[in-house]
């Protein structure tokens, strides 16, 4: 209500003062003619006016907004993988029977061209990301996914993030699968059914990191060199990865 009121009055004093400015005019030159003449003029041009400012520079503002949010979302999607996903893509990729058959598609360099990375998203789409739950030490991954729930439920909880759907699935089947491991008392002897689950619940999480790792590499080359060349350095699919400048 507060908020209509100060509009209310914004509006009464503006005509006002264009009623009152319209009044010296006449006072001082005694020409109605003058003033209708003008005053139809920018009548006929209001609509044009709203025009370029609803259409053109609205939606300028509009790009310019989204732009920067999209520069805040990447901050935290750049923090949820140095606090979390690198290291776990890194041990969910280790456990990929299958990661042979596209691993080049991620060792993104920094003399890949757009061309490359369309190529790469290309080929990526429908690989299926598989884990051998065999090879996977649950509770190693319990206790690492244990000790990043506090972090993970604040992200959660940034409202910004809402914006960003792909991201929010990320997140939500991370801390899905942190749940599945939390809520088994022994992670040992579990029946192959149970396994299989987890298994299912690992292969959302993966395919989801990937993907995100992947957009994330792409904005970081384009806009933040230094990162990208630590990320690169880290690589979770080079087997040679060292952060250590060789």
């Known amino acids: 209500m507060k908020h209509l009121h100060w509009q209310a009055i914004l509006a009464l004093s503006l005509v006002l003062s264009s009623f009152l400015l319209y009044l010296l005019h006449f006072a001082i030159f005694r020409d109605v003619n003058h003033i209708f003449l003008y005053l139809i003029g920018d009548i006929a041009f209001l609509p044009v006016q709203v025009l370029i400012v609803t259409l053109i520079i609205d939606r300028l503002l509009s790009f310019r907004q989204k732009r920067e949010k999209m520069e805040k979302l990447n901050m935290v999607i750049g923090a949820f993988f140095s ?29 890949w061209s757009d061309r490359e990375f369309s190529d790469a998203q290309r080929n990526l789409k429908n690989y299926n990301y598989g884990v051998e739950i065999q090879r996977v030490d649950l509770e190693y991954l319990r206790s ?32 899905h699968l942190t749940e599945e491991l939390e809520d088994r008392e022994d992670l040992t002897g579990l029946p192959d059914s149970d396994l299989q689950h987890l298994a299912g619940d690992m292969k959302r999480v993966y395919s989801a990191l990937a993907h995100q790792w992947w957009s994330y590499m792409k904005h970081l080359k384009n806009n933040y060199p230094y990162l990208f060349n630590l990320a690169m350095r880290v690589n979770p699919f080079d087997q040679n990865a060292s952060p250590v400048v060789r």
């Open 83 to 111: 606090e979390v996903g690198t290291k776990l893509l890194t041990y969910l990729s280790d456990v990929d029977p299958n990661l042979d058959q596209i691993r080049k598609n991620f060792l993104v360099t920094n003399g």
């Open 144 to 175: 690492s996914l244990k000790g990043k729930r506090e972090f993970l439920v604040r992200l959660l909880e940034n409202q910004a993030l809402l914006e960003h759907e792909s991201f929010t699935d990320l997140l939500w089947a991370v801390f």
